[in-house]
């Protein structure tokens, strides 16, 4: 079955750099784009970013283009967010998902359970 | 930008009603390429409808997806208990390339 199992989240300062990852199962991690998508605590969805099958095409929102980078590995089927310049308005729980095409970013099919990460001086 | 507004904020309904949730981008959502998604609380959401109407592996029938353009309805046809959650609808394809709208808390009355 499967399964997306984020880790990396911690107490971080501001202006300081994290790294998420999320290691995946059960399916053919190089046939799928991966996404990124973060939750503040008692607020809605936010959506971080997406990366391609082949990792050629990294997209990403205003709010982080330029300080987070979505990469993956796929000797070791794991996906990575790294967050530097971090803000206090960073803090929240950061879900990878998968989106279940290899055309245009879309929709996501399976979540992990996410990692929490707070920004505080 | 495409900004989607879901109303009401809240829900209030017994188990067996009918709910109908809606949600409205400020322009047209390509293709209707609009998604929903189901979140409890400490869970990842899930998802529940993609395309604006079809039902995602396992989704049970008495949850349904309609409407096109700028709006966009989930319905679900009787509550059951574990159907009181918050509820995302997510749009695709557009600019900014992925949004969600702020969320429908359905609760029990």
């Known amino acids: 079955q499967v399964q997306l199992v984020e880790s990396g989240g911690g107490v971080v300062q501001p202006g300081t750099s994290l790294r998420l990852s999320c290691a995946a199962s059960?399916?053919?991690?190089?046939?799928?784009?991966m996404h990124w998508v973060r939750q503040a605590p008692g607020k809605g969805l936010e959506w971080v970013g997406v990366?391609?099958?082949?990792?050629?095409?990294?997209i990403y929102p205003d709010s982080v283009r330029g300080r987070f980078t979505i990469s993956r590995d796929y000797s070791k089927n794991t996906l990575s967010l790294e967050m530097s310049s971090l803000r206090v308005e960073d803090s929240a729980i950061y879900y990878c998902?998968?989106?279940?095409?290899?055309?245009?970013?879309?929709?996501?099919?399976?979540w992990g359970q996410g990692t929490l990460v707070t920004v505080s001086s | 930008e495409i900004v989607l507004t879901q109303s009401p904020g809240t829900l209030s309904l017994s188990p067996g009603e009918r709910a109908s949730l809606s949600c409205r981008a400020s322009?047209?959502?390509?293709?209707?390429?609009l998604a929903w998604y189901q979140q409890k609380p400490g869970q990842a959401p899930r998802l529940l409808i993609y395309?604006?109407?079809s039902r995602a592996t396992g989704i049970p029938e008495r949850f349904s997806g309609s409407g096109s353009g700028t709006d966009f309805t989930l319905t679900i046809s009787r509550l059951e208990p574990e159907d009181f959650a918050v509820y995302y609808c997510q749009q695709y394809g557009g600019s900014p390339l992925i949004t969600f709208g702020p969320g429908t808390k359905v609760d029990i009355k």
């Open positions: 059960g399916f053919i991690f190089s046939s799928y784009a």
């Open positions: 990366i391609s099958h082949d990792a050629k095409v990294k």
């Open positions: 395309g604006a109407s």
């Open positions: 322009q047209s959502v390509r293709n209707n390429y």
């Open positions: 998902a998968r989106d279940p095409t290899m055309g245009e970013p879309d929709y996501f099919d399976y």
